[in-house]
C-alpha cells in the first residue's frame, strides 16, 4: 500500500518541479520578448523606430539622386504641462535622397529653474525610418537648460536613396521628455541638490 | 508530503471537521470546489452591480449618476473582477469537484497547495475592491491597463498590480494541480483517450494558464517598475515603447480567453449527451480541435491591436491566423449538433442553457470572426460591437456553461434535486434578458458608439435603454438562480447516484450527496 503512494508522490513532485521551472521560464520570456521585439522592429524598420547609433549612419558612398524629390515635415511638441517649448525653424523642406540637410530647431526654457529635457524621434511612414539617417542629432544627448534659456539645436541627416519610390513625403518628429520629472530616474540632477 | 497527510485524514475521518476550521484548513477537493464556486457566485454580484452601475449611468445621453472617472473605474474593475474573481474561479472550482471524481482519484494530487491557492483569492479581490476606497480613486484605466495611461492611476496602482500578480499566483498553482491530477491519479484503465472532455479540456487549458499567467506576472511588473523604479520598458523618453505593453499583455490575452471558454466546451460536451442520450459525436475530433485552438491562441494575438500602425504582411498574417480558430471551433460546434441529431432528448434546464450556449456562443463567434477581417475592424475597433461580442462569448458562452454545470451536478454535490421549475424560470428569464441586453449592442457598435465612455450622441439614446432595460432584468434574474441554489441545498427530492437517465461516467456511480471521501480505493475502467 505505502509503496504505490510513496511513487506517486515521486511522480507528482517530478512533475511539479517541471511545471513550476516551465512557469518561471514563461515569466522570463515574458520580459525577454521586450528586446526581442525591439530587435524585430529594428530589422524589419516597423512602428517609426530609428537608430540612435550615429555611427551606423555616416554616408559611405552614397549618391545624391537628384531625379527625385520628396517633402520633408519636421514637427516637435513638447509634454503638455511642462516650461519648455520646441518648434522647427522650417516646418516643411523638399530634398533630394542622399542629400545631406541640417533642420534647426528652437528650444526654450520658459521657467526660472534649469530644466534637462531629451527629444525623442519618430519617423512617418514607418517603413521610412530605416532610410532616415541621422549623422548628428540633439536628440543623441540630455538638454540641459538653464533659466529662461533658449538655445537652437540641430539634426544632421540624409534619406537613403534605397527609400521605397512610393514614399513621398517623410515626417521627422520629435517628442520632448522632461527629464527633471524623472529625476533620479535616469539621470542624476545637479540642479536639485 | 501532502498527499499522505490527505490519505492518513482519510482513515480516521469520515466526517469533515465543524464549524470554520472545516473551510479555513480543508485539503478537500470537495470543500476546496465548493468555496471556489461561492467565492466566483459573490464576485458575480459584485462585477454585476458594478455592470448595472454602467448600464444606469448609459440609460441617457449626459452625465447622469456617476462622474466620467468613476464610470472608467467602474468598466475596469468590472472587466477585472468578472475575468479574474467571477468566470476563471468558477471554471477552478468546478475542476476541483469534479476532476477527481471523474478520473476515479480520491483526491487533487497536491490537497495542500489546493488550500493555498483557493485562499490567496478573498485576499486578492478584497485588495482589488480596496482600491475603490483610495485616493484618486480605483483603477479606470481599463480592464487591459495599457500604459501611459494606467501610469496615471493613484494610489490604487500598486494595489492593482500586486492584486493582479496574487490573483495570477492563486491561478498557475490551481493549473499546476490539476495537471498533476490528471496526469498521475487516473485510476487503472483510465488512459488519456478515454478521459471525459470536461477532464481534457482542462489539462489544456491547465497548459495554458502555466505557460500566459507568468507572462502578465511579467507585463504588470514591468509596469510597475516603470512607475516606481525609473525603468522605462512602456515610456518612450527612455528608449521604450508603449505598444509594446500590448504586444505583451495580448501575449497572455488571447490564450486567456481560451481559458475561459475552454473549460465550458467540456462542460458543454459532457451535458449534450447526457440529455440527447446518445454517446459524444466525434470525441477524439474534440480533443484534437481543443488542442489546435489551444495552439492557435498563442499566434493570434496582434488581432486585438489591428489599429496600431501594423504592417500590412501583419495585418494579413494576424487576420488569416484568427479565421484559422473558425476551423477546430466549427468541429466543435457541429459535433455538439450532431450528438443531438436524431437524440431522445429532454430539455431539462442543464441541457436547455447548454443548447443556448451552443446558439449564442455561435453568434460571439461569428462577429469575432468580423472583428477579425483587419480591413473590418478599424472601424469596429473599440466600439460597443466588440464590446456586444466579448460578451456573447463571455456570458452566454462561459457564464451560461456554468449554470449549465452548476444545475446539472448540483444533485449530485447536495444530494437533492433542485426545483426544475424555478431552474427553468431561471434559464428563461436569463436567455431572453442577455440578448436584450447584448444584441442592441451590436447595433450601437456598427453605428458608431465607442466603449469605455460615460456619455453618448444622443441617437445612440433609443438602444441603449432597450440594453439597460435588459441588463437590469438579467441582474435581477440571477436572484433567482441564488434562491434555486439555496432551496436545493436546504432540502428537496432525493437524488439518485446516477441522477440523469443518460449520464456516464464515474461521478455518477457514487451516491448523491458525494461522500466526503470517494473512491478512496481506486475503480477499475474497462
Known sequence: MTDPRAQAREANRRLVRRLVLVTAAMFGFGFALVPLYDVFCEITGLNGKVDLDPAAALPAGVRVDTARTLRMELVAQAPAGAAVSIRPLRPKLTLHPGELRVARFELRNLADRPVIVRAVPSVAPGLAAAHLRKVQCFCFDEQRLGPRERREVAVVFYIDPELPAEVRTVSLSYTLFDLRQRAGRVVADPGRG | MSTATTTHE?????????????????????????????????????????????????????????????????????????????????????????????????????????NWSFWILPFAGAMLLSTLFMEGGAPAAGWTMYPPLVLQTGEAFPFLIFSVHLLGLSSIMGAINIIATILNMRAPGMTLMKM????????????????????????????????????????????????MFQHIFWFFGHPEVYIMILPAFGV??????????????????????????????????????????????????????????????????????????????????????????????????????????????????????????????????????????????????????????????????????????????????????????????????????????????????????????????????KATAQVWEGAKGLEWTVPSPAPYHTFAEAPEVK
Not at chain 2, 516606481?228 to 520598458?233: A, D, E, L, R
Request: charged share 10%; proline share 5%.
Open chain 2, 10 to 114: 482519510a482513515h480516521h475521518h469520515d466526517e469533515p471537521p465543524r464549524g470554520l476550521k472545516r473551510w479555513l484548513f480543508t485539503t478537500n477537493h470537495k470543500d476546496i470546489g465548493t468555496l471556489y464556486l461561492i467565492f466566483s457566485l459573490v464576485m458575480l454580484f459584485v462585477g454585476g452591480i458594478m455592470a448595472l452601475v454602467i448600464r444606469a449611468e448609459l440609460w441617457e445621453p449626459g452625465i447622469q449618476y456617476v462622474d466620467p472617472q468613476f464610470f472608467n473605474a467602474m468598466t475596469t474593475m468590472h472587466g477585472l473582477i468578472m475575468v479574474f474573481g467571477a468566470i476563471m474561479p468558477a471554471f477552478v472550482g468546478l475542476a476541483n469537484w469534479l476532476i477527481p471524481m471523474m478520473i476515479g482519484a480520491p483526491d487533487m494530487a497536491l490537497p495542500r497547495m489546493n
Open chain 2, 196 to 243: 471525459p472532455l470536461f477532464v481534457w479540456t482542462w489539462l489544456i487549458t491547465a497548459y495554458l494558464l502555466i505557460a500566459v499567467m507568468p507572462v502578465l506576472a511579467g507585463a504588470v511588473t514591468m509596469l510597475l517598475t516603470d512607475k516606481y523604479f525609473g525603468t522605462s520598458f512602456f515610456d518612450a523618453a527612455g528608449g521604450g515603447d508603449p505598444v
Open chain 2, 268 to 493: 458543454i460536451s459532457q451535458i449534450i449527451p447526457t440529455f440527447a442520450r446518445k454517446p459524444l459525436f466525434g470525441y477524439s475530433s474534440m480533443v484534437y480541435a481543443t488542442a489546435s485552438i489551444a495552439f492557435l491562441s498563442f499566434i493570434v494575438w496582434a488581432h486585438h491591436m489591428f489599429t496600431v500602425g501594423m504592417p500590412l504582411a501583419g495585418e494579413l498574417f494576424f487576420m488569416y491566423a484568427t479565421m484559422l480558430i473558425a476551423v477546430p471551433t466549427g468541429v466543435k460546434v457541429f459535433n455538439w449538433v450532431a450528438t443531438m441529431w436524431r437524440g431522445a432528448m429532454t430539455f431539462e434546464t442543464p441541457m436547455l442553457f447548454a443548447v443556448a450556449f451552443v446558439i449564442l456562443f455561435t453568434i460571439g463567434g461569428f462577429s469575432g470572426l468580423m472583428l477579425a477581417i483587419a480591413p473590418a475592424d478599424f472601424q469596429y475597433h473599440d466600439s460597443y460591437f466588440v464590446v456586444a461580442h466579448f460578451h456573447y462569448v463571455l456570458v452566454t458562452g462561459a457564464l451560461f456553461a456554468i449554470f449549465a454545470a452548476v444545475y446539472y451536478w448540483l444533485p449530485k454535490w447536495t444530494g437533492h434535486m433542485y426545483d426544475e421549475r424555478l431552474g427553468k424560470w431561471h434559464f428563461w428569464l436569463s436567455v431572453i434578458s442577455v440578448n436584450v441586453l447584448y444584441f442592441p449592442q451590436h447595433f450601437l457598435g456598427l453605428a458608431g458608439m465607442p466603449r469605455r465612455y460615460a456619455d453618448y450622441a444622443i441617437q445612440f439614446t433609443e438602444w441603449n435603454q432597450v440594453s439597460t432595460i435588459g441588463a437590469f432584468a438579467f441582474g435581477l434574474s440571477q436572484l433567482l438562480f441564488v434562491y434555486v441554489i439555496w432551496k436545493c441545498v436546504r432540502g428537496g427530492q
